[in-house]
């Protein structure tokens, strides 16, 4: 999980990663390489994120928590990001899936 994390602030330094409603338009407008889920997110939440994703053929994994996920970049409350680098998003999508 620590790679993960390591990844994540990377890619956010880096300006590779949008969060909030941005994520919405990331998969909307198929900049999102990939979507991280929080799994403490609300069923609310994560059900219209995986229908976005799933619709719009996004790719999405989940991380344990938004606490997680939050201290990864740097910004309190995170519930979602999407990764707008494709090699971030291969890197992180082989941690988590592995």
Same mark, same amino acid.
């Given at each position: 999980m620590?790679?993960?994390?390591n990844?994540i602030?990377?890619?956010?330094r880096?300006?590779?990663?949008?969060?909030?409603?941005?994520?919405?338009?990331?998969?909307r407008?198929h900049s999102? &390489?990939?979507?991280?889920? $929080?799994?403490?997110?609300? +069923?609310?939440?994560?059900?219209?994120? *995986?229908?976005?994703?799933?619709?719009?053929?996004?790719?999405?994994?989940?991380?344990?928590?938004s606490?997680?996920l939050?201290?990864a970049?740097? &910004?309190?409350?995170?519930? $979602?990001?999407a990764i707008n +680098?494709?090699?971030?998003a291969?890197? *992180?999508k082989?941690?988590?899936k592995?």
């Open positions: 620590n790679n993960v994390v990844l602030g990377l890619a956010t880096a300006r590779k990663i949008v969060t909030g409603e941005m994520v919405l338009n990331a998969i407008n999102a &390489k990939l979507v991280v889920i $929080a799994e403490d997110a609300s +069923d609310n939440t994560k059900k219209k994120l *995986i229908d976005k994703c799933t619709f719009y053929n996004v790719e999405y994994v989940f991380i344990e928590s606490a997680i939050s201290h970049i740097g &910004k309190n409350n995170r519930m $979602a990001i +680098d494709l090699g971030f291969e890197k *992180i082989n941690y988590l592995g």
